[in-house]
């Protein structure tokens, strides 16, 4: 049964650094992804890594900051974050995907699969 585990959550002052894991099981996704949910807001996209090319993408809101990076000897997906804001506050979520068009791999309809979060929280 494919299945997608979060880690590295966690209380964080303004400015510190996170390093949030996500380990897939059952099989290895072409492509996987980060997403985050704040309180009262829609779940927005993070970064995303694709297989093969090891293509990346991040939202505007991260760049310079996050670095997603994969493993498929151990079937993990870590996202690097620095320099964190408190409006980095969020439910965080991992997502796989099947091979798709990079277009839209950023969208959460690319993706069949979804952890159950990890909190991180980032005091000022």
């Known amino acids: 049964q494919e299945r997608l585990r979060e880690s590295g959550g966690g209380l964080v002052q303004a400015g510190g650094s996170l390093r949030l894991t996500c380990a897939a099981s059952?099989?290895?996704?072409?492509?996987y992804a980060w997403f985050r949910q704040a309180p009262g807001k829609e779940r927005e996209f993070v970064a995303v890594v694709s297989g093969g090319t090891n293509l990346t993408r991040y939202a505007d809101s991260v760049k310079g900051r996050f670095t997603i990076s994969r493993d498929d000897s151990k079937n993990t997906v870590h996202l690097h974050m620095n320099s964190l804001k408190p409006e980095d506050t969020a439910v965080y979520y991992c997502a796989g995907g099947r091979n798709m068009d990079s277009r839209y791999l950023m969208g959460e309809p690319a993706y069949d699969y979804w952890g159950q979060g990890t909190q991180v929280t980032v005091s000022s």
């Open positions: 059952g099989r290895t996704f072409s492509n």
